[in-house]
């Protein structure tokens, strides 16, 4: 994804993830830069996302094959 992309998303409020770990997110941080956030609760820093980052990145989405 490009980072207007990933911008535009987190203004909407949708969840961008990376591709090969769901559990680490992409957002913009107080300063406009684009970060990594783990979303467990393991204590690993927020790092500044990478270009590898950026093209891993996907929006996270709901499995609509699942009935509730």
Known sequence: ???KEIKSAAAEGRLV???DDPWHMIAPDAFGDLVVISRRNDGE???KATLGD???AKYLAKDKSKKH
């Open 1 to 3: 994804m490009t980072i």
């Open 17 to 19: 993830v990376l591709r």
């Open 45 to 47: 820093p927020v790092r």
């Open 54 to 56: 950026l093209r891993r």
